[in-house]
């Protein structure tokens, strides 16, 4: 018979409540007398529980991680119906969980040297730091006996209240925050799933898979999915300098490209200048470029290949709408329909001609109008209005006149400036500034309000994170 994770719990918590808390995921190693079976022989691994028989299922839960139970001692008593009266002693053990506890003068050291880290930068106040502590102990258990060795995965935290230092060198903006690390280098995304034990053994499993798929026939190059960035390298052999650094920048950028290899003789007819990399943008119709720089030298062959996996203008989704949010840049977006790519390429190449000097200002968004139905609502759009665009401030949304002015040299320059400037948000309340006014024209005050801002809703949430309104409460 098998019961439930909840029931378990739930049973753990009403006889010894000090280790059934907030996050419990699962035990290791559980073991005992079942209560609901009698004196039948109960064992828990993890989430699940079993019993060699019995005719009910078993009320026994998974009890909090780090805790290994001994077997109970039942006491039977008579009483006036003949019944038993179950007297349950459970004795607990806890166990040790390797959380490597970062400070100033370990830090460098400890990431240099993991070929893996996930920092969790907590503060003790936090509520939700301490509901994910199990959890995250958990998880480094599990990760542990799948990657024994000290250095393959290193689960480690930060407590951002000690070391405030430590916290403004990552931009600690809310607690609790995951970070992944590479060899000491600290990856953009950070961890944004599910705060589960199954969710971050995953995604750690995730992280150690070889991010570079090998190719044995260059004819399976034909078989690509064109929609992704494609970075193929094609090497002599595995064991070299060249390969190490290109499976090193796979590692980092891998969730921006698919990163593909060929070696050997398999490689030969590509290889007629040496090993070389090249990279093939989405569509069939945009032709291979290669990369003519040093395949040894780290910083080269990643700025390359970054620059063609990260495109100037990206694409928002509801999955990485809270990342693109935490920027802090206001966003220009596109919407258009997922089969208009034509309208897109307008857009891209219109950016890059216009406005690539404030690419640290504002982000350069497109949007599926199917998918973004509700931020068109708000400034009185419907997907058969697409191609549009517009501004998001995250305060207020400013829509782009017709779509086929920023053929216009300088107009979406200029609307990227008015927003900076204030105009925009001068003109929605107050009409157009006085300089618009042709000679003559009587001034009037217009009293109007731009649309709020749809996709600061994207944004962290309060209900998931403690946000730090400012830096300085680091």
Same mark, same amino acid.
């Given at each position: 018979?098998?019961?439930?994770?909840?029931?378990?719990?739930?049973?753990?918590?009403?006889?010894?409540?000090?280790?059934?808390?907030?996050?419990?995921?699962?035990?290791?190693?559980?073991?005992?007398?079942?209560?609901?079976?009698?004196?039948?022989?109960?064992?828990?691994?993890?989430?699940?529980?079993?019993?060699?028989?019995?005719?009910?299922?078993?009320?026994?839960?998974?009890?909090?991680?780090?805790?290994?139970?001994?077997?109970?001692?039942?006491?039977?008593?008579?009483?006036?119906?003949?019944?038993?009266?179950?007297?349950?002693?459970?004795?607990?053990?806890?166990?040790?969980?390797?959380?490597?506890?970062?400070?100033?003068?370990?830090?460098?050291?400890?990431?240099?040297?993991?070929?893996?880290?996930?920092?969790?930068?907590?503060?003790?106040?936090?509520?939700?730091?301490?509901?994910?502590?199990?959890?995250?102990?958990?998880?480094?258990?599990?990760?542990?006996?799948?990657?024994?060795?000290?250095?393959?995965?290193?689960?480690?935290?930060?407590?951002?209240?000690?070391?405030?230092?430590?916290?403004?060198?990552?931009?600690?903006?809310?607690?609790?925050?995951?970070?992944?690390?590479?060899?000491?280098?600290?990856?953009?995304?950070?961890?944004?799933?599910?705060?589960?034990?199954?969710?971050?053994?995953?995604?750690?499993?995730?992280?150690?898979?070889?991010?570079?798929?090998?190719?044995?026939?260059?004819?399976?190059?034909?078989?690509?999915?064109?929609?992704?960035?494609?970075?193929?390298?094609?090497?002599?052999?595995?064991?070299?300098?060249?390969?190490?650094?290109?499976?090193?920048?796979?590692?980092?950028?891998?969730?921006?490209?698919?990163?593909?290899?060929?070696?050997?003789?398999?490689?030969?007819?590509?290889?007629?200048? &040496? $090993?070389?990399?090249?990279?093939?943008? %989405? /569509?069939?119709?945009?032709?291979?470029?290669?990369? +003519?720089? *040093?395949?040894?030298?780290?910083?080269?062959?990643?700025?390359?290949?970054?620059?063609?996996?990260?495109?100037?203008?990206?694409?928002?989704?509801?999955?990485?709408?809270?990342?693109?949010?935490?920027?802090?840049?206001?966003?220009?977006?596109?919407?258009?329909?997922?089969?208009?790519?034509?309208?897109?390429?307008?857009?891209?190449?219109?950016?890059?001609?216009?406005?690539?000097?404030?690419?640290?200002?504002?982000?350069?968004?497109?949007?599926?109008?199917?998918?973004?139905?509700?931020?068109?609502?708000?400034?009185?759009?419907?997907?058969?209005?697409?191609?549009?665009?517009?501004?998001?401030?995250?305060?207020?949304?400013?829509?782009? &006149? $017709?779509?086929?002015?920023?053929?216009? %040299? /300088?107009?979406?320059?200029?609307?990227?400036?008015? +927003?900076? *400037?204030?105009?925009?948000?001068?003109?929605?309340?107050?009409?157009?500034?006085?300089?618009?006014?042709?000679?003559?024209?009587?001034?009037?005050?217009?009293?109007?309000?731009?649309?709020?801002?749809?996709?600061?809703?994207?944004?962290?949430?309060?209900?998931?994170?403690?946000?730090?309104?400012?830096?300085?409460?680091?």
């Amino acid at each position: 018979m098998t019961c439930s994770v909840r029931a378990v719990r739930d049973y753990v918590s009403q006889y010894a409540p000090r280790w059934a808390g907030p996050g419990s995921e699962g035990v290791r190693g559980l073991s005992g007398s079942c209560p609901g079976c009698s004196l039948l022989e109960l064992r828990v691994q993890r989430t699940r529980c079993r019993c060699r028989e019995g005719p009910q299922p078993c009320p026994v839960p998974a009890a909090n991680p780090g805790v290994t139970m001994n077997p109970a001692v039942f006491l039977s008593l008579p009483d006036l119906r003949c019944s038993l009266l179950l007297l349950v002693t459970w004795v607990f053990t806890p166990v040790t969980t390797e959380i490597t506890s970062l400070d100033t003068e370990n830090i460098d050291d400890i990431l240099n040297n993991a070929d893996v880290a996930l920092v969790n930068f907590y503060a003790d106040w936090c509520r939700f730091s301490q509901m994910l502590h199990p959890i995250f102990e958990e998880a480094s258990n599990v990760i542990k006996e799948e990657y024994p060795n000290e250095n393959q995965v290193v689960f480690a935290r930060v407590d951002c209240d000690q070391h405030s230092d430590i916290a403004q060198r990552y931009r600690i903006s809310k607690y609790p925050t995951l970070k992944l690390f590479r060899n000491g280098m600290m990856m953009k995304r950070e961890y944004r799933g599910q705060r589960s034990v199954k969710a971050l053994a995953d995604y750690i499993r995730q992280q150690k898979s070889d991010p570079v798929q090998e190719l044995h026939d260059l004819a399976e190059i034909t078989t690509l999915d064109r929609s992704k960035r494609n970075i193929i390298g094609y090497f002599e052999q595995k064991d070299s300098e060249n390969y190490r650094v290109f499976e090193r920048v796979a590692n980092i950028l891998h969730d921006d490209c698919a990163f593909l290899s060929a070696f050997g003789a398999v490689s030969k007819p590509e290889r007629y200048s &040496g $090993d070389n990399i090249i990279y093939k943008p %989405p /569509g069939h119709s945009a032709p291979d470029m290669v990369y +003519l720089g *040093s395949m040894t030298n780290f910083d080269g062959t990643y700025n390359w290949i970054q620059d063609k996996c990260v495109p100037l203008v990206r694409e928002i989704t509801f999955e990485n709408g809270e990342e693109l949010t935490e920027e802090g840049l206001p966003f220009l977006i596109l919407f258009h329909m997922k089969e208009d790519t034509e309208s897109l390429e307008i857009f891209q190449n219109e950016v890059a001609r216009q406005l690539i000097s404030e690419k640290g200002t504002i982000n350069f968004l497109h949007a599926d109008c199917d998918k973004f139905r509700h931020p068109l609502l708000h400034i009185q759009k419907t997907p058969a209005d697409c191609p549009v665009i517009a501004i998001d401030s995250f305060r207020h949304m400013y829509v782009f &006149g $017709d779509f086929r002015d920023v053929l216009i %040299p /300088g107009k979406l320059k200029q609307f990227v400036f008015d +927003l900076h *400037s204030g105009k925009l948000h001068r003109e929605f309340h107050h009409g157009p500034d006085p300089t618009d006014i042709a000679p003559g024209q009587q001034v009037q005050d217009v009293a109007s309000s731009p649309p709020e801002s749809s996709f600061q809703k994207l944004a962290p949430s309060e209900y998931r994170y403690t946000l730090l309104r400012d830096r300085d409460e680091l």
